[in-house]
């Protein structure tokens, strides 16, 4: 399921509205205290395939299951999915499954940079906050899904721009220090003082409605 392009356009448009930090949630994406950094590596799928070599499992969105805790990156396997674009940017949904045996949850915003590679340096300034959805608690049974909405903007629009071809994004779950790395290719700003992205928090299902 494509973002419909409604959703791209208020997504747009609140990015517009925030300026580079302003109205924004928060500034930067970095990821809140965890476990020691970890690096899971995904590719990014074909159009058509399975975000992940389990089966699919529905994902709970109104509340915790008792005893479970926070997702982690060892724990997860991200894909890259539908894109399209609306006002000069391109969103693309990124799909996180639960690989482990646990259930789990998450809550809030992943942390996300591109980087030169796996385990490479970050390029550019990580994604701003979108404040335009609204957070809620995704529950993981093992093979559970949830998404988020990653907006990456025209490079052309930024004068400034310092173009830097990257091939691999860095996504830190909520409340992780670890990371998983998955390929994705694009043109983004090598400056840190421009924020070129910005994410929606995580939503339930691996075509949630945002």
């Known amino acids: 399921m494509t973002p419909s392009l409604t959703l791209a356009a208020r997504l747009a448009a609140a990015a517009a509205l925030a300026g580079s930090c302003g109205l924004l949630a928060a500034c930067g994406s970095t990821a809140e205290p965890g ?114 909405l990653l907006g990456v903007h025209e490079v052309g629009a930024f004068p400034s721009c310092k173009i830097v071809n990257v091939d691999w994004l860095r996504i830190y779950p909520p409340g992780d220090y670890g990371s998983i790395n998955v390929q994705d290719k694009s043109q983004v700003c090598s400056n840190m003082d421009l924020a070129i992205m910005d994410v929606s928090p995580v939503r339930a299902g691996a075509n949630p409605t945002f």
């Open 35 to 148: 476990v020691a950094a970890t690096n899971t590596v995904t590719v990014r799928a074909s159009a058509g395939s399975s975000a992940a070599s389990v089966a699919p499992a529905a994902a709970s969105s109104s509340g915790d299951a008792a005893g479970s805790s926070g997702c982690l990156a060892s724990g997860l396997q991200a894909q890259v999915g539908d894109s399209q674009g609306a006002a000069g940017t391109i969103y693309e949904v990124i799909t996180l499954t639960n690989t482990s045996n646990a259930t789990c949850t998450l809550y809030g915003y992943p942390g996300v940079s591109f980087v030169t590679s796996v385990g490479g340096s970050e390029v550019g300034k990580p994604a701003t906050k979108n404040p335009v959805v609204a957070k809620t608690l995704v529950t993981l049974v093992p093979g559970g899904q949830a998404a988020f």
